[in-house]
Nanobody, 112 residues
Framework: VQLQASGGGLVQAGGSLRLSCAASVRTFSIYDLAWFRQAPGKEREFVAAITWVGGSTTYADSVKGRFTISRVFLRMDSVKPEDTAVYYC????????????WGQGTLVTSPA
């Protein structure tokens, strides 16, 4: 599975942005797809995930109600300056394993 993230950019506080994660072939082997982010000087953190079959979603408390994940997009609404980070999409083939497949990051910047 190969992933390619895109759609980052500059967004004003309160604005919206949509990130994309394109998956290559063999998507039938994906258990779930997730987004992570890493802000400057901070650890990488989980943002949201969606199971490939069934579409069950999970969100970090910090983005719940503002971000919406689908199998292709991460919709970011009511963006805050603290959402500034490099965003990565990732996939795994089993719920019991770590995320082994990662796309390159896409930078989202929301000035304070």
């Amino acid at each position: 599975v190969q992933l390619q993230a895109s759609g980052g950019g500059l967004v004003q506080a309160g604005g919206s942005l949509r990130l994309s994660c394109a998956a290559s072939v063999r998507t039938f082997s994906i258990y779930d797809l997730a987004w992570f982010r890493q802000a400057p000087g901070k650890e990488r953190e989980f943002v949201a995930a969606i199971t490939w079959v069934g579409g069950s979603t999970t969100y970090a408390d910090s983005v719940k109600g503002r971000f919406t994940i689908s199998r292709v997009f991460l919709r970011m609404d009511s963006v805050k300056p603290e959402d500034t980070a490099v965003y990565y999409c990732a996939a795994r083939t089993r719920s019991t394993e770590e995320y082994l497949y990662w796309g390159q990051g896409t930078l989202v910047t929301s000035p304070a």
